[in-house]
């Protein structure tokens, strides 16, 4: 199984917000910006508004859980950053991945085929 890279600094968050482009659905926002390395490079972030920190957790793992399986059809070289909202935590997770693939969609972030 492969490993996520992910992004751990604050400035590394803060340029996605202020120079990538976003894409707002009803359980999450997907922002994204080029960035200098062949990586997709991942950040979640789920704020109280989610809920208690068991429900931040887990709105975190379904994510993660699935970028890990649509990580191998997505372009190289991007920071992505999906931010979690707080319908998340009530949502089947098919809707959830509709809403994933509708906002990469938006952003022109799929692999050609």
Excluded at 10 to 38: C, D, M, P, W
Excluded at 44 to 52: M, Q
């Amino acid at each position: 199984m492969e490993k996520i890279v992910s992004l751990c600094r604050n400035y590394e968050f803060q340029r996605l917000y202020r120079r990538g482009k976003s894409a707002v659905r009803h359980t999450i926002v997907v922002y994204a910006f080029k960035n200098r390395s062949n990586d997709v490079r991942l950040g979640i972030t789920a704020g109280k508004k989610v809920g208690n920190a068991v429900s931040r957790n887990r709105a975190k793992r379904r994510i993660r859980e699935l970028f890990r399986t649509y990580k191998s059809d997505i372009k190289r070289g991007v920071d992505i950053c999906i931010v979690a909202r707080n319908a998340v935590k009530d949502v089947p997770y098919d809707k959830l991945v509709r809403d994933f693939k509708s906002a990469m969609d938006e952003l022109s972030l799929w692999i050609e085929k």
